[in-house]
């Protein structure tokens, strides 16, 4: 049975849509805030594959290179600054507090799994307003192998005292609900628009266009609903 609900934290429940003015002004094209984005997680997975380990941060900034190289642009240290640590004060999507706060007060343990640094991952909750509604913040960077590899996923079950079974991942992310099931958790799949599941390998069991819905689906599954005392 799930007793631990872990969320990925960038896209699942904070909005980078925030950094298309910062990429409009840099890039003069705030289209290429997703090309960005792709080519960060790249750098980052090449790192795991390879045993060279890149944190987030590093990968976003060293994505920003690329692109500026890519697309004949002039990136000032100022401009992938800005965009960088634009990323510790995103928005939360306007779904996410409400859905996450019927979660309180469940037999439900709640966390935070993110492949964001530490500092920036508790920047990012704070600001949103959403530090408060998690047990706990778990940062992949503190096992040095980011998601989709299995080290974080099992750093939840550690961390909770709980077997893998008893984790599950929601994201908004194919791989990361891949990486959750290979690694034995179970997985929920927020499909925000032009998300979709992955057709290869194990699936997840819940699937929502919303985190409410995901929520929704969550609660309904646990005995009792989840409800203290059930």
């Known amino acids: ?23 409009q002004q840099a890039f003069g094209d705030a289209a290429l805030r997703p090309l960005w984005f792709a080519q960060m997680l790249q750098l980052s997975f090449v790192g795991g594959l390879t045993g060279e380990y890149v944190d987030f941060t590093t990968a976003q900034h060293a994505a920003l290179r690329m692109l500026a190289e890519r697309m004949g642009t002039t990136l000032s240290d100022a401009q992938a600054t800005a965009i960088v640590d634009g990323m510790s004060t995103l928005p939360p999507h306007p779904e996410v507090p409400a859905a996450l706060a019927r979660l309180r007060g469940t037999t439900l343990r709640v966390a935070a799994l993110t492949n964001s640094v530490q500092a920036v991952a508790e920047a990012q909750l704070t600001h949103a307003g959403l530090r408060d509604l998690f047990d706990d913040v778990l940062s992949a960077d503190a096992v040095r192998r980011l998601k989709p590899a299995p080290e974080p996923y099992l750093a939840v079950a550690e961390r909770f005292g709980v077997a893998t079974s008893g984790v599950r991942l929601v994201a908004a992310h194919a791989w990361d609900v891949s990486g959750a099931l290979a690694a034995g958790c179970r997985a929920a799949l927020v499909r925000r628009p032009g998300v979709v599941a992955s057709p290869l390998g194990r699936q997840p069991d819940i699937v929502g266009a919303t985190l409410t819905e995901v ?15 059930s």
């Open 215 to 229: 929520v929704d689906q969550i609660l309904a599954a646990q005995p009792g609903g989840g409800l203290t005392g």
């Open 1 to 23: 049975m799930v007793t631990v609900v872990a969320f990925d934290v960038n896209e699942t429940l904070l909005d980078l849509s925030a950094l298309d003015q910062p990429f």
